[in-house]
């Protein structure tokens, strides 16, 4: 049986495939609902929310030897880091920083205009502008402290907003990527 072959229904045409897809997703959800519980002090079981992710920033690639990479900022701290080209150490590494400091990216990031409404700013888009090819790309999403915000960047468009690389630059210093990006660790 070809799993993509196409059903009739009275709401138009699904694919076979996107229902199995829904159903894995969504057993995926249950699995990871199911799995929320953290051991106490004692050994017993505690229902307790994971951490929400609050921020995150994906680098993309370019002609040239950008860092490619996607680094999560969560609301209790936690810092997830996937290298993935040009970076100094490639592959999943995690990290702390003061949630206070997760929590005051977010009210700045919130404060930005140019993270009011969703945006994209890149090589097609009506905002990009001229579009001047190999520029640093990133997305950059905020989860946290209201309605979801997805900005989308090119360094290549003539009429982006110069503060957005600005705002990714914060995300880059709160999660402390350079230690894996250059490979430069800080001592305490």
């Not at 490619?68 to 996937?82: A, C, I, K, M, W």
């Not at 905002?127 to 999403?141: E, I, K, N, Q, S």
Request: with cysteine.
């Amino acid at each position: 049986m070809n799993s993509s072959r196409k059903l009739e229904s009275p709401s138009g045409t699904r694919t076979v495939q996107a229902r199995q897809a829904a159903a894995f997703l969504m057993a995926v959800a249950s699995m990871l609902l199911g799995s929320a519980c953290r051991t106490g002090a004692g050994g017993e079981s505690s229902p307790s929310a994971p951490p929400a992710l609050a921020v995150s920033l994906a680098r993309a690639a370019c002609f040239g030897s950008c860092p490619v990479y996607t680094v999560e900022l969560f609301d209790d701290g936690g810092v997830r880091f996937e290298g993935r080209a040009h970076v100094a150490d490639t592959g999943s590494f995690s990290a702390r920083v003061p949630s206070d400091s997760v929590q005051s990216l977010v009210r700045s990031l919130r404060a930005s205009p140019t993270l009011a409404t969703d945006g994209a700013w890149v090589e097609g888009a009506p905002a990009c502008g001229r579009h001047v090819p190999d520029g640093p790309r990133f997305t950059l999403v905020v989860h946290a402290g209201g309605p979801a915000r997805t900005v989308r960047f090119d360094a290549g468009c003539t009429d982006a907003p110069r503060s957005l690389a600005a705002l990714a630059e914060a995300v880059d210093r709160t999660a402390n990527t350079r230690q894996w990006i250059l490979g430069i660790k800080e001592s305490n």
